[in-house]
């Protein structure tokens, strides 16, 4: 077995495309999924990649490096729109965990209860991938097609998360629940992102994770909240909104209990969301 650790994109593509190689960054993820079986093949570790470390705001909106880890993210200085990022990377395992995870190794490894997903989809994510062929973006609620399965190709690589600008007056809330306080797999997770004009909710991105194999956004809750204040938009959250979920009953939780832990959810966050931006207002 080799350990590859490339310092440059153009020795990350060669050893990718030598054979038996699997890609790993904080291996966080990797190795866990991995129990007691021998690893087979080499490691490529993109840690060292020059370009993919950091946070960066360009002209079109803000590029996080694939190899950014979860402590990077908490510690960043960002706008009110990133809160709920932020607040996700803090809930990401233990310190160590933060420390070493990344960002691209969190949406690669795709499972349904993925933290940093939902608050990415709540900001319109998208997914820079990279080969020989050159590169291409993929919407992060493309990227994912269903349980650790994504649309990454052979030879490619994740390079960057790509988020675009958002409005100044966009506040945004994640919150998740599980069987303990720390160190747990959720059994239910909503990221929020409001923008507010004059006390009302101009634009609404909702999204819940670990209640379908995919993390999902909830069009029609966000429909319904347009327009909505701080004293109102509560009575508008319904079990119909739920609709493209499809929780599961497994050691966590019911798929009934999660319906309902979802809903609550829903208007905790959205009320979190509000709130920040009720404060930076007054």
């Known amino acids: 077995m080799q350990y590859v650790t490339p310092k440059t994109l153009n020795d990350a593509l060669k050893a990718l495309g030598t054979g038996d190689i699997s890609v790993v960054a904080g291996g966080t993820d990797w190795f866990p999924l991995l129990g007691e079986r021998p690893v087979k093949g080499s490691l490529l570790d993109v840690t060292g990649i020059a370009g993919f470390h950091g946070i960066e705001k360009g002209d079109q909106g803000w590029r996080i490096g694939a190899a950014t880890t979860w402590a990077d993210i908490s510690a960043a200085k960002m706008p009110?729109?990133?809160?709920?990022?932020?607040?996700?990377?803090?809930?990401?395992?233990?310190?160590?965990?933060?420390?070493?995870?990344?960002?691209?190794?969190?949406?690669?490894?795709?499972?349904?209860?993925?933290?940093?997903?939902?608050?990415?989809?709540?900001?319109?994510?998208?997914?820079?991938?990279?080969?020989?062929?050159g590169v291409r973006v993929v919407a992060?609620?493309?990227?994912?097609?269903?349980?650790?399965?994504?649309?990454?190709?052979?030879?490619?690589?994740?390079?960057?998360?790509?988020?675009?600008?958002?409005?100044?007056?966009?506040?945004?809330?994640?919150?998740?629940?599980?069987?303990?306080?720390?160190?747990?797999?959720?059994?239910a997770m909503v990221g929020v992102a409001l923008t507010l004009g004059r006390g009302q909710i101009v634009d609404a991105r909702v999204a819940v994770g670990a209640c379908s194999p995919v993390a999902q956004r909830l069009g029609e809750l966000e429909k319904a909240l347009l327009g909505r204040n701080l004293a109102?938009?509560?009575?508008?959250?319904?079990?119909?909104?739920?609709?493209?979920?499809?929780?599961?009953?497994?050691?966590?939780?019911?798929?009934?209990?999660?319906?309902?832990?979802?809903?609550?959810?829903?208007?905790?966050?959205?009320?979190?969301?509000?709130?920040?931006g009720g404060q930076d207002n007054g």
């Open 80 to 133: 009110a729109c990133f809160d709920g990022l932020r607040a996700a990377a803090r809930e990401i395992g233990s310190v160590q965990i933060q420390n070493a995870g990344t960002v691209a190794g969190n949406i690669c490894n795709a499972s349904p209860a993925a933290d940093g997903v939902v608050p990415l989809l709540t900001l319109g994510a998208s997914v820079e991938l990279v080969s020989k062929a």
């Open 232 to 276: 109102d938009y509560s009575a508008v959250v319904k079990v119909g909104h739920l609709a493209p979920l499809s929780p599961v009953s497994d050691l966590r939780g019911s798929a009934e209990f999660r319906g309902e832990l979802v809903l609550e959810l829903c208007k905790r966050a959205i009320g979190m969301a509000f709130s920040s």
């Open 140 to 187: 992060l609620s493309d990227f994912i097609t269903g349980v650790r399965k994504t649309v990454l190709k052979p030879g490619e690589l994740v390079s960057a998360i790509l988020i675009p600008d958002m409005a100044r007056e966009t506040y945004s809330s994640f919150i998740k629940v599980g069987s303990r306080r720390y160190l747990v797999i959720s059994i």
